[in-house]
């Protein structure tokens, strides 16, 4: 979504002005182009040599700078801004943007701008909890200016509260959805993710490749186009993403009752777990000993969590995932109408670069309606908004009242 962005970054004086230095790092990364403002109390904790060396641009810091080529900075940088970001936020500068104080170039440009304004304070707890510093957020929260709330934790001047800056992976998903579309927001999303844990004894299991890097993407992605999302995951490594209720198993009977639990508040499961067919039929409560010759262990069906969701369905889409090593459109099209799908989405292990463990797949999308789409190699994220993309457009051809 940063692609081809502009984001005008405001720094104020604050301790946290050093995390800065990373947003604006990961704001390149991500494809977006990046001008800083300083104000003079800012220029106290970094130095705009630094801060024009991360931003690949010059550092905007003075009002009165002599008018080059006619270029007002003030009302430049309002137009140049697609968001507006000011990290760290003082309670000062807070407090100015909320009495419409504009007397430095940062809080002019503010006021000039018609970009979202996204906000990040960092302070001290009690000049936090200070009800002028709440006032003043939510006068202009009123207004439409966004928030990200500092965390908790040890502060620079040692107390233990929240008023620290939040972490960069939390400004980073709000500047996101900040610039993203929320055309789901009506929608409550349920995603399984991950594989299952097959225990038969306390230390062994039988499980597979699956990482959660599908799964996790799709809620990622759902949940910054404004859907309200819960993403229930068997083990994996990744990081939670920001913002979602999550929900951890292990077992595919764990994952099944967790899915049982929340499926009357969802209007939308996506199933992208790699969930065991079977489990063992009996787990040790100590460890198998090795012996001469072989083990053998007897496997019992797990329950077909979305066969269960399937007949008790209702207006919900369901969206299933096929995992096939041959005939991959005959086995999907077998699974979609069996188990009830509204789609199934298609991924052969054979291919390069598809299914398990990697950040790319390459998918394809069967509709019962019989449509069938086939996507090239692509990013997971963006495999996920392709999915997204479809069942938006079910929901506008089939509303729910
Ligand atoms: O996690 P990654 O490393 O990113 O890998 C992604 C992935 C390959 C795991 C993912 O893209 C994928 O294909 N997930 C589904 C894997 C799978 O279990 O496929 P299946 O064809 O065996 O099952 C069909 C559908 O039934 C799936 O939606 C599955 O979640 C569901 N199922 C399966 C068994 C079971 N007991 N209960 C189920 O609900």
């Not at 994952?255 to 787990?283: F, G, N, Q, S």
């Amino acid at each position: 979504m940063l692609k081809g962005k502009n984001v005008l970054l405001g720094m104020t004086g604050g301790i946290a002005a050093y995390k800065t230095g990373e947003l604006i790092r990961e704001c390149i990364r991500r494809g977006a182009h990046v001008k800083v403002v300083m104000t003079e109390h800012a220029r106290e904790f970094m130095t705009p040599m630094t801060v024009q060396t991360l931003s690949q641009n010059p550092v905007f810091t003075d009002m009165f700078s002599l008018i080059k080529d006619f270029d007002i900075a003030h009302i430049s940088l309002a137009e140049f801004a697609d968001i507006a970001v000011i990290a760290p936020a003082t309670a000062n500068v807070i407090g100015k943007i909320a009495s419409g104080i504009a007397d430095n170039l940062l809080t002019t440009v503010v006021m000039a701008t018609k970009a979202p304004v996204l906000i990040c304070p960092a302070m001290n707890m009690n000049m936090y909890a200070n009800p002028i510093v709440q006032e003043n957020i939510s006068r202009l929260s009123t207004l439409g200016y966004r928030f990200v709330e500092p965390g908790y934790g040890e502060l620079a001047c040692k107390v233990t509260g929240p008023g620290r800056l939040a972490e960069v992976p939390e400004i980073m998903e709000a500047i996101e959805t900040t610039l993203t579309d929320q055309d789901l927001s009506e929608e409550r999303i349920l995603v399984t993710a991950g594989p299952t844990r097959e225990p038969f004894d306390p230390v062994r299991f039988i499980s597979n490749h699956s990482s959660g890097k599908m799964g996790y993407a799709l809620a990622k992605m759902a949940k910054r186009r404004g859907a309200q999302v819960t993403l229930i995951s068997g083990p994996s490594a990744l990081e939670r993403p920001v913002g979602v209720r999550f929900i951890s198993v292990s077992t595919a009977v764990e994952m099944r009752d967790a899915v049982m639990a929340h499926l009357e508040r969802a209007t939308v499961v996506i199933k992208a777990a790699a969930v065991a067919d079977y489990r063992p039929a009996a787990v040790s409560s100590s460890k198998i000993k090795k012996k001469e010759g072989p083990l053998t262990i007897e496997l019992v069906r797990n329950p077909d969590i979305v066969s269960e969701i399937g007949r008790q369905k209702g207006d919900r889409i369901l969206v299933g995932f096929a995992m096939e090593s041959e005939n991959l459109v005959e086995n999907a099209k077998a699974k979609l109408a069996a188990k009830k799908m509204d789609m199934i989405v298609a991924n052969d292990l054979t291919q390069e670069g598809a299914g398990f463990q990697t950040d790319t797949n390459i998918i394809q999308i069967l509709d019962r309606d019989g449509g069938i789409e086939a996507l090239p190699l692509m990013d997971k994220g963006d495999v996920a908004n392709r999915i997204l993309d479809r069942i938006r457009a079910m929901r506008v051809a089939h509303p729910r009242y």
